[in-house]
């Protein structure tokens, strides 16, 4: 698909590096239109005729309008026997979806499986409708096409029979039993803290406990304890608690307790302030404390943990230590702790902490980031799947997937949608509502594209590039996944989706419903709630660029700087409330001051971001249409300044870096960009310096023939064995020149590698990242010299 990475910033305009396939070449001959439908006839063909083997249990559908039931019969057929559920619909509307759960009497044995998709664990058997039997009409059934299943052993009527969580025979559900009477562990002035005994579940597993006061709710909890909190002192209030399971179904209520809160007149002294308050460990989002016990003339009732002047946690009075979570890494907090009593008498504060998180990559290590674009595919015939060949697996630590868009219309990330970019770089539509969910999780990949050799079945609600993701993560279960959204082509709509509080709210829950959750829209058979879930460990923000002029027609304003503090605060409060492991939230972030200056408060989105990738090449560049700088060579990707640069602003990596730095930004939250592309012109005079910033005419013709001016390592060297490959020692550059009135490339090499690796330690930065790894060689040459460099 047409989509374009990101030029350098700021000055005339031009085209990003450009990972473009060739047009037509977006999906081989022969595969788009004709093929599917010849692949879908086969199925439902084989789905008539032959075993359902088992597969992996699919999200259940949503529950529909109609009653489902299902019966069950037996047919002995001498050495085995057959047994069959037909779903009935006795609603007045068609259900769309069915699931059938139930499990098998001792002694059974499975030897078969028709006419749906079947998990079994142990003696528990989950059945997952066929794509051709999901529907039942009103007033009809599954038939002639219900599920059904051969087995050895004694014949029987399995027990705990369920569809679509309704049992089987319509009868309605046991919700649970009334909890034990609630008591109060805890009486202050503000809160009442309760417990009591568990309720009895009936049909289905508890989930939780509702706390009422008379007929309101004023707590929820999941175990058998809860803190009421917000309570008028010395007020007399009413409790009861009631259980709900995990279908919904709410019991009846325990019996009630009254509880008069604490009167403040009675008790005027505060606790003493707790002592000794220090740092029991920290990790890259979360810092442990203890602290000495305070001491009260009634009772002390809670410790008050505080981060800077803001509650970060509340522990009981029997507990001397907390740990704060949702902190940002390499991060320097100051922590206090008060005590309080039954009163709410406030303590005055301990003495102070300060404590620094750890990096995302742990002390002494570096991490190493690689860009996967979505599009490689196809023209690159790049695939997941050379991510383990190449050893680049191996050697990475996270892999962002580029990219995915926003919603031209409602704000909300985009997916579902398989839609080409124009191909013209300088139309402002280019990107609009453009996205790949075909490449994402609907394009069956072929054994030999496939991680772990296995094909895509074709009709597996998982498939494409995410699945192979998945196969990947559980070959390399250290690797984590990140979700690029935006990119050159796709930045056009941040600036709406983060100009309202309402607007960031609404487009963060999208992004974590749809990548973090893994929600994703049905599109031809794949996809469907929660099949998404797992494969990606966070979120990426490629806006380019906040501020300032990006891909031409794209949004922006003055606005966008603090906005974009704000869109990084909703996206890390949002993936904090999930809970579970740490999800990372990054950004891809300028080297140009000016760009840095219009759209990134380098003073505030750290306390958001785990890390910045800081873009370290497309200094220079021709640009595929020759509207960047066509007429001049330069170093696209130099690690230190060139006294020969004839531009008025030096461009290198040590000054985009001293940027960040001087800024305050701590080194352990940023990572160098390492280029395996190439920039090249033709037409280049020697000009006495083998072409360096010498005359050109234009790009040189790429990889691709809608993409001049770009090659990958691989390509480069492959096409050019004889080029003459120079080492530019003051700025640490590698180019390579054809001769006179020849062309001339500005490229990473391993030499190049090494010497901005060392710098990169040197400078005590998190580390290097890629743009983008199919450009590396089949053996992974430079991915072995980044990973060689940062250990």
């Known amino acids: 698909m047409f989509h374009r990475r990101r030029p350098l910033s700021g000055r005339s305009p031009r085209r990003g590096r450009g990972p473009l396939p060739v047009a037509g070449a977006r999906r081989p001959s022969g595969t788009h239109g004709t093929a599917r439908p010849r692949r879908l006839i086969a199925a439902l063909a084989a789905a008539l005729l032959l075993p359902f083997a088992a597969l992996t249990t699919l999200a259940s559908p949503a529950h529909a309008a109609g009653t489902l039931t299902a019966t069950f019969t037996t047919q002995d057929n001498g050495s085995w026997w057959k047994g069959t559920y037909v779903v009935h619909n006795s ?21 078969g499986n028709y006419h749906g998709d079947v998990t079994v664990s142990g003696r528990h058997v989950t059945v997952e409708n066929a794509f051709y039997n999901a529907n039942v009409p009103a007033g009809g059934s599954t038939e002639p096409y219900s599920y059904w299943f051969t087995a050895t052993g004694t014949a029987g009527t399995p027990t705990n029979c369920t569809v679509n969580g309704d049992k089987c025979d319509g009868t309605p559900d046991v919700p649970p039993t009334a909890p ?60 009861t608690v009631r259980a709900k399971d995990k279908r919904g179904n709410t019991g009846p209520a325990s019996e009630p307790l009254t509880v008069e809160t604490v009167d403040p007149s009675t008790d005027p002294t505060p606790p003493t302030a707790p002592g000794n308050l220090r740092s029991t460990g920290e990790t890259a989002s979360s810092v442990g404390l203890a602290w000495d016990r305070s001491t009260d003339n009634v009772a002390v009732a809670a410790y008050d943990v505080y981060r800077g002047d803001t509650l970060a946690k509340t522990v009981g009075a029997d507990t001397t230590t907390a ?37 995302v990559a742990g002390e002494g290590k570096q991490l190493k980031v690689g860009y996967f674009v979505q599009w490689g595919i196809y023209g690159r ?84 590039n995410f699945n192979q993701l998945k196969k990947l993560k559980a070959k390399y279960p250290h690797l984590k996944v990140v979700v690029s959204l935006g990119g050159w082509t796709y930045s056009k709509f941040f600036s709406d989706a983060a100009a309202t509080p309402e607007s960031r709210k609404k487009f963060v829950e999208s992004c974590i419903d749809v990548w973090i959750k893994g929600n994703l829209p049905v599109y031809n058979g ?126 290198s990596i040590e000054n985009a870096i001293r940027t960040y730095l001087d800024a305050g930004v701590n080194p352990r939250k940023l990572t160098v960009g390492f280029p395996f592309y190439e920039r090249g012109w033709q037409g280049v ?99 072995t010299a980044l990973d060689n460099g940062l250990k």
Request: negative net charge; contains cysteine; hydrophobic residues 35%.
């Open 323 to 359: 740990t704060v979570d949702g902190l940002s890494p390499a991060t320097a907090y100051t922590f206090t702790v008060r005590a309080r009593d039954t009163a709410d008498n406030s303590s005055a504060a301990s003495e102070a902490v300060r404590v620094t998180t750890d990096d």
């Open 381 to 464: 015939q790049y695939f997941v799947k050379n991510l383990d060949t190449s050893g680049a697996a191996a050697r990475l630590d996270v892999i962002n997937y580029a990219f995915e868009n926003l919603d031209p219309t409602d704000l909300t990330c985009q997916a579902g949608v398989t839609k080409g970019t124009s191909g013209n770089p300088q139309d402002p539509d280019e990107g609009t509502g453009a996205g790949d969910a075909d490449a994402d999780y609907a394009r069956p990949m072929s054994a030999a594209q496939s991680v772990d050799g296995v094909a895509d079945d074709g009709w597996g609600e998982l498939r494409g």
């Open 685 to 783: 005079t020697d000009g006495g310096a083998d072409g360096e910033w010498q005359d050109a005419n234009g790009a040189a013709p790429g990889q691709f023939d809608t993409e001049a001016g770009v090659r990958g390592y691989d390509n480069l060297i492959t096409s050019f064995p004889n080029m003459t490959v120079h080492h530019d020692e003051e700025s640490v550059s590698t180019f390579g020149y054809t001769g006179p009135n020849g062309q001339w490339w500005s490229f990473d090499d391993v030499w190049s590698i090494g010497r901005k690796t060392a710098w990169t330690k040197s400078k005590g930065l998190l580390g290097g990242f890629v743009w983008e790894m199919s450009g590396d060689t089949p053996d992974g040459r430079l991915m």
């Open 91 to 111: 609603g007045t509307a068609a259900v769309s979806g069915w699931t059938l759960e139930f499990d098998l009497p001792a002694g059974m044995t499975v030897t």
């Open 180 to 239: 034990g009477t609630p008591e109060a562990t805890a009486v202050t002035a503000h809160s009442v803290a309760l417990g009591w005994s568990a309720a009895r579940p009936g049909d289905h597993p508890v989930t939780s406990y509702e706390v009422l006061n008379g007929s309101d709710t004023v707590a929820t909890t999941s175990g058998t304890s809860a803190t009421v909190t917000g309570l008028t002192p010395a007020t007399r209030y009413t409790f």
């Open 526 to 651: 794949a996809g469907g709630p929660g099949t998404g879930a797992g494969i990606f460990d966070g979120i990426d923000i490629d806006w380019e660029w906040p501020g300032s002029e990006g891909h031409p027609g794209n949004h922006y304003g003055a606005q966008d700087k603090d906005n974009l503090t704000a869109l990084l605060a909703e996206f890390r409060k949002q993936l904090d409330a999930l809970g579970g492991e740490h999800k990372l939230l990054t950004a891809f972030t300028p080297a140009d001051p000016a760009k840095i200056e219009a759209g990134w408060d380098l003073s505030r989105i750290f306390d958001s971001l785990d890390y910045a990738n800081v873009q370290g090449y497309d200094f220079h560049g021709a640009g595929s249409d020759n509207s960047w700088e066509p007429n001049r060579t330069g170093h696209a990707s130099n690690l230190h300044a060139d006294a020969e640069d004839p531009y008025p602003f030096h461009f």
